[in-house]
């Protein structure tokens, strides 16, 4: 009998042909592209009882912190969407295991982990949209740094670059990865550990992003350090939140496969929550990367009175640029 067949008989809230074709899936070191559409269906179809049925069957892939899925699934440094996790999505981290690599290569596919990187992609578009406004020294702050990966690639490309980053992240074991990864560029870049409710500083800023963090934070959280953060803009300065959409179709996967749970909002949530922190209609616009999964809240101050009272959410237009 095999290991595997042990766990397979507990697993009641499963068929036997859903058995099989995970049982199969494990053989063969993970789904091929043949597979993928029947994997997703029928993982979008479990209830949680199954879903944790479909993890007891697949525990090798999911106890193994050298495969995307069993790292985020066994959160080592605490949380599914650490440093080193934004980190293998953003280099594309495959296993060499024959064991696995199937199972990686699937990971990397999904919308999830394409949009993670063509947030990177997003931001280093945005430096350099920024340094295109003049050529006068610029400043920004990153809210949850995690690796800098985007700002190590920009600084790659922009050697030269008049811009300066102040980078905060509540994780140590990130600041100690970030700074070893841009080391080269330390006269370019400040690092703080801190919590981004906690942080204040008497400098004011052309730009301030975040990529990811907001993800994790409820509404009112959202709404507080909206209105807080865009007081340290400078007077033309600008800020960019990042937020998975509810659209996004990989979610149910994402949440099966390493209890991976994100706060996703529509981009007339987003909007909702602009109008909530009191700001115009004019002060804000919603852009995607190019699957539309990542959603961008660009905040762009247009009048003296920075932020407003609440007043009645705008009717969503859509900015994307795509």
Same mark, same amino acid.
């Given at each position: 009998?095999?290991?595997? *067949? ?9 068929t036997d042909k859903e058995l099989e074709f995970l049982e199969k899936m494990l053989e063969k070191g993970g789904p091929g592209e043949e597979d ?32 995307? *899925? ?54 280093i578009n945005l430096m350099t949209e920024l340094e295109q406004k003049s050529i006068h020294a610029k400043r920004v702050l990153i809210l949850g ?19 300066? &980053? ?21 006269? /370019? ?9 906690? &942080? ?19 509404? /009112?959280? &959202? ?33 099966? &496969? ?65």
């Open positions: 009998m095999k290991p595997n *067949q042990v766990k397979f008989k507990f697993a009641n809230s499963l993928y559409v029947r994997f997703a269906n029928m993982v979008n179809s479990f209830d949680e009882d199954a879903i944790n049925d479909m993890r007891n069957v697949l525990h090798p892939l999911l106890r193994n912190i050298n495969t995307t *899925q069993g790292y985020a699934f066994s959160k080592p440094f605490g949380y599914a969407g650490d440093f080193l996790m934004i980190e293998k999505i953003y280099t594309n981290k495959i296993s060499t295991d024959p064991m696995y690599k199937k199972w990686d290569i699937w990971w990397q596919k999904s919308h999830a982990a394409t949009a993670v990187r063509n947030r990177k992609a997003y931001f740094s995690g690796p800098a990966t985007d700002v190590n690639e920009y600084l790659k490309k922009n050697p030269n670059c008049k811009i300066s &980053f102040d980078l905060i992240d509540l994780d140590e074991n990130a600041i100690a990865y970030a700074k070893g990864k841009n080391h080269e560029f330390e006269d /370019k870049l400040n690092f703080v550990r801190i919590n981004v409710l906690r &942080f204040n500083t008497h400098k004011r800023y052309d730009l301030i992003w975040s990529a990811g963090l907001f993800d994790y934070f409820k509404e /009112k959280h &959202f709404i507080y350090l909206l209105k807080k953060y865009l007081k340290l803009l400078n007077e033309r300065g600008e800020l960019v939140v990042g937020n998975f959409s509810d659209k996004n179709p990989t979610r149910v996967l994402q949440e099966a &496969f390493s209890a991976w749970h994100l706060n996703y909002r529509s981009e007339y949530e987003l909007l909702k929550i602009a109008s909530e922190a009191g700001l115009n209609q004019g002060d804000v616009m919603i852009e995607k990367e190019p699957l539309g999964v990542n959603l961008f809240m660009r905040v762009k101050l247009r009048n003296e009175n920075h932020v407003h009272s609440k007043r009645t959410v705008p009717e969503f237009k859509d900015y994307s640029n795509n």
